[in-house]
């Protein structure tokens, strides 16, 4: 399957990727972790990517469709994008590069959730710097505070989780991502629109549900 989970920013999308990719055993292509990989290694492409990821800003289109289009090519079992497409521009350039080899995208998942629940979901967020586990100071707590589960030690807030950033994304998430949804409607894709307002297993629980219809077609 191929597949793109869409939603504003902590949405969970990180999280369903999980189990997605737990169920049916696609690759994982999360633009973020990409570009914080990059980061962590200093390239050229982390550094310049730095500055709009730290201020919640969008790296510019040409970064991302290169960076996720090379990406991509080594993933012949399918995968589930999460983070890309952000923009109309990322998601044309996307499907122009399918098409060239035949394929297609078989789903958009969409997870919705309201604004005013996405401030305290995001600023609660913590992740490990290692292995990339992420948790919820509420909600998904591990077992030490403030230690990750998998024995790699202190948890870190990421600097684009606080308040004022999250605002920021909010804005941008409204200004330019959610248009690609429209953009896939137009262009009769099939679209899952999921409630993400609701406990994360009830959310894993639909998205599977949804997606085990598309896998028994197939
Ligand atoms: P994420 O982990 O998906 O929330 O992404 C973290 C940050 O990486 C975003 O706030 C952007 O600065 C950058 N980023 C990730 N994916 C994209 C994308 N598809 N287009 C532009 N910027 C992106």
């Known amino acids: 399957m ?10 969970g999308k990180g999280t369903q990727c999980k189990h997605v990719v737990d169920k049916y055993g696609m690759k994982h292509m999360s633009s973020g972790d990409i570009l914080r990989a ?31 289009i ?8 399918g995968y589930v994008l999460d983070g890309f497409p952000r923009t109309v521009a990322q998601g ?9 080899v035949g394929e297609k995208i078989d789903a958009i998942v969409n997870l919705q959730v ?17 292995c990339g586990q992420v948790y919820h100071i509420l909600n998904m707590k591990p077992a030490v505070e403030g230690q ?12 684009d989780d606080t308040s004022e950033v999250v605002a920021n994304r909010l804005k941008i998430y ?3 991502t959610a248009a690609v949804v429209g953009y896939y409607e137009g262009t009769g894709s099939l679209i899952i629109n999921v409630d993400a307002n609701q406990a994360v297993d009830d959310v894993t629980a639909s998205v599977l549900g949804e997606l085990d219809k598309i896998d028994q077609a197939e």
């Open 148 to 159: 990750c589960d998998n024995g790699c030690g202190e948890l870190v807030q990421r600097a």
């Open 38 to 68: 990059e980061r962590a290694a200093g390239s050229d492409l982390g550094k310049s990517a730095q500055g709009y990821m730290d201020s919640g800003k969008l790296v510019p289109d040409d970064v991302i469709i290169g960076m996720m």
């Open 70 to 77: 090379g990406a991509m090519k080594d993933a012949t079992g």
């Open 174 to 176: 409204h200004e330019q």
């Open 92 to 100: 044309e350039a996307l499907d122009k590069a399918l098409s060239a």
């Open 2 to 11: 191929r597949l793109i989970l869409l939603g504003p920013p902590g949405a």
């Open 114 to 130: 309201p604004d005013e629940v996405i401030d305290a979901r995001m600023t609660g967020r913590r992740s490990c710097p290692k």
